[in-house]
Every structure is written in C-alpha cells, then in structure tokens.
C-alpha cells in the first residue's frame, strides 16, 4: 500500500514559500495543509498557488488554527523566524503535539533559530535556495538546478535532502559555523555588481556623457567581465591599473573620485588595494 505523503504547513507564504511548496505538492512529494501569513487575503492567493482546488488545505488567520504536520516551513523574512518558531513550539506544547521537523530559508542564519522546537524533540535545519526569487512565478520556472545550502541537524538535513533534489536543486551542506560567512560570500558574489555599475554610471553621466552611450559602456564592459570571469577565473580575468601594479595610476584616480564622492573614493581605494592583491602587486598605495 502507498504511504501517505507527508504533511506540510506553512508559516509565511510569499515568493519562497510559495515556490517551495508549489514544486513540492506538484511533484507529488507533500500535502499542503494549513498556510498562515500576515493577513489572510496573502494566504488565500498563496493557496490557490500552491494547491489550486486541493479542499484539504486551508488559509488560516492564526497559528493556533493551524493542525499538526510532518514538516514546517517557516517561510517569513529572517527577523520574523525566531518570533515564529517561538509561538509554534509554544503551540505543540499546550496541544502535544508529536515532534516533527521544521526548516527556515535563510541564507544568514542557521538552524539555532529554531532552537526552541529542538529543545521540544524536534528536526531543525535551515535551506537556502541560492537564487533569487524575484516573484514564484518566476522562480517556479527557474528552480531546477538551483544550489541549496542545507544546514542543521543531520536528521534534518538527511530528509530534507531528497526533496530538494526532487523539485532539481543542487544540494551541498554548510557547517553551522560557517553559515554567516557563507552568505556574506554570496552577497560579494552578486550584491554589490549593481552598485558597482550605479557608480560608474553616475561617474560617467558627471562628465557629460549622454545617457545612450553610458548604457552601452556599461553593458559591454559588465558582459565581457562576466565571460571572462566564467571563462578565466577572477584572477586572469582582472584588468586594469590593479592589475598592471600602477599604484600611481590608481592613487591619481582615487584623489579625482574623492573630489567628485568621497564615500565611492573610500571603496575605490578598499577595492583598489584588493585587487593589487588579487594580482598578486604589494597593495598599499602611495
Ligand atoms: N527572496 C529571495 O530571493 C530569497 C532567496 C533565498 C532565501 N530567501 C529567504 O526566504 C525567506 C522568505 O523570504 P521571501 O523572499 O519569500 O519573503 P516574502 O516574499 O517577503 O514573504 C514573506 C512571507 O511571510 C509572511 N509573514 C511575514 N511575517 C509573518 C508573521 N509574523 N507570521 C506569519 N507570516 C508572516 C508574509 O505575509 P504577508 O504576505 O501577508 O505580508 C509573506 O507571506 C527569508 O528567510 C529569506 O531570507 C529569500
């Protein structure tokens, strides 16, 4: 006989939850029951996502309305999962309930947030989907082949590993001790490309260029670092005065920024001695 499928509640249900639990339930690997978000049209909307016609699961107002289940996804903004787990573990413990295994997506916090429900018996681990959910819809579409960084207890992480691999992620684990310090490597990975490009676009419109020709500066150098990054590796990939060791070249620079932004002139100078680094030049500057 078929075992029945596990069990799952969600407590946040916006672009990651919803993504989660949609391929989850469309991959036949859960049963969606109870969503709870902050107000109940949200829940309803992420509902019909995740489990169009299902008359089983429920948009619910409060957690206390919310049934027992086999796995938790705590799927709320980061300062909202410690607040969230406490109210869940307070739950199961005036009901009862049997312990169960419950996971956050965080990529800068780890599974001790949800240390109040180990302290109950339960499974904990964090999973972190390295993409970037710009709606469900999209990241729906984009999931497959997407890296997840498991974390946590190895329980945990031992069931939670194939349903990630189910819905296509990529799943590698992360020591909880690293778990900071992997993520803020994701943030020097893609957050600060934007701000980047934002400062040399405005560097370049503050010396009269038109808006045409900034954009195609920007587009043609962005795309052809990214190749050859790719291609290369960031170290043969770098060009310019770092690269040749012209510390006279990027002192001159760094003094017209400072004239121009003090503060973009402070991560010229910052950026400027690691990338004398980087090729391998002694990075002090003059
Ligand atoms: N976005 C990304 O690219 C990305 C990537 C990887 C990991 N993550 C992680 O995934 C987690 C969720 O992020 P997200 O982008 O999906 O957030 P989101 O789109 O802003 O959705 C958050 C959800 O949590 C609900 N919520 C907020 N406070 C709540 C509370 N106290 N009780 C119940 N529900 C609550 C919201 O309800 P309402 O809709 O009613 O406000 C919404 O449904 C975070 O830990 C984040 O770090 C995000």
């Known amino acids: 006989m078929a075992q029945p499928l596990p069990t799952l509640n969600l407590i946040g249900a916006g672009r990651v939850g919803q993504t989660l639990a949609h391929l989850w339930m469309r991959h036949g690997l859960v049963q969606v029951q109870d969503v709870l978000t902050r107000s109940n049209q949200t829940a309803q909307t992420a509902l019909a996502f995740i489990a169009p016609g299902v008359d089983t ?37 005036q009901r009862g309930d049997a312990p169960a295994l419950a996971l956050h997506c965080s990529g ?11 302290d109950q018996g339960w499974s904990v681990a964090s999973a972190h989907p390295v993409l970037s959910f710009a709606s469900a819809q999209t990241a729906v579409a984009q999931f497959a082949g997407t890296p997840c960084a498991l974390e946590g207890e190895v329980t945990a992480c031992d069931a939670l590993r194939p349903l990630f691999t189910a819905i ?8 909880s001790q690293d778990k900071v310090l992997y993520h803020a490597a994701a943030v020097l990975a893609t957050n600060f ?30 795309r052809h670092a990214v190749d050859n990054i ?34 973009a002139a402070a991560a ?13 030049h002694p990075p002090e500057l003059p």
């Open 230 to 263: 790719v291609a290369l590796g960031p170290q043969q990939a770098l060009t310019g005065p770092a690269a040749r060791g012209d510390h006279a070249a990027i002192a001159r620079q760094a003094d017209v920024v400072a004239d121009w932004d003090p503060q």
């Open 268 to 280: 010229y100078r910052a950026l400027s001695a690691l990338a004398l680094r980087l090729a391998g």
């Open 57 to 93: 699961a429920h948009a619910v107002q409060h957690i206390a309305c919310m049934r027992q289940a086999d796995l938790w996804l705590l799927a709320v903004p980061d300062a909202q999962i410690g607040a969230c787990a406490k109210d869940l573990a307070a739950l199961a413990r």
């Open 168 to 175: 296509g992620g990529a799943c590698f684990d992360v020591r």
């Open 108 to 118: 800068a916090r780890g599974a001790d947030l949800l240390q109040v429900l180990r």
């Open 193 to 222: 490309v934007p701000v980047l490009q934002a400062l040399a676009e405005d560097a370049w419109r503050a010396t009269g260029m038109p808006d045409a020709l900034v954009l195609r500066l920007r587009e043609r150098l962005l």
